[in-house]
């Protein structure tokens, strides 16, 4: 597993203690409505176990939480792009624009 998916799994403990707090349950209220048991919700919350993404989002719903997934594109090798080519484009776009904003508006002279 990569880092990133390493610190995902790791704050999955503190998140679902932090819901059921929040949410004023009981660890054996939010188990039942849960549908699963208090020993197990423990040992989520504790982080002896790691839930699956589907029980993840069972537990959160029952302590009344909802999720929001945000997904985008992201450019990478075998998109054609590599990152130093996409940076060195967003670096030429940046020196399109003014590095100073002036205190004047220039525009153009129309005839009359």
């Given at each position: 597993?990569?880092?990133?998916?390493d610190n995902s799994l790791a704050?999955?403990?503190?998140?679902?203690?932090?819901?059921?707090?929040?949410?004023?349950?009981?660890?054996?209220?939010?188990?039942?409505?849960?549908?699963?048991?208090?020993?197990?919700?423990?040992?989520?919350e504790s982080g002896r176990k790691?839930?699956?993404?589907?029980?993840?989002?069972?537990?959160?719903?029952?302590?009344?939480?909802?999720?929001?997934?945000?997904?985008?594109?992201?450019?990478?090798?075998?998109?054609?792009?590599?990152?130093?080519?996409?940076?060195?484009?967003?670096?030429?776009?940046?020196?399109?624009?003014?590095?100073?904003?002036?205190?004047?508006?220039?525009?153009?002279?129309?005839?009359?």
């Amino acid at each position: 597993m990569n880092a990133i998916a390493d610190n995902s799994l790791a704050r999955a403990p503190t998140i679902l203690r932090r819901a059921r707090q929040q949410s004023g349950l009981s660890l054996r209220e939010l188990a039942r409505r849960a549908a699963t048991s208090h020993a197990t919700l423990l040992a989520y919350e504790s982080g002896r176990k790691c839930p699956g993404v589907e029980t993840f989002v069972r537990i959160l719903e029952a302590a009344g939480f909802a999720i929001d997934f945000h997904v985008e594109k992201r450019i990478r090798r075998r998109d054609g792009l590599e990152r130093g080519e996409e940076l060195e484009q967003v670096l030429l776009l940046a020196e399109q624009f003014p590095a100073q904003v002036s205190r004047t508006m220039d525009y153009p002279r129309l005839p009359s």
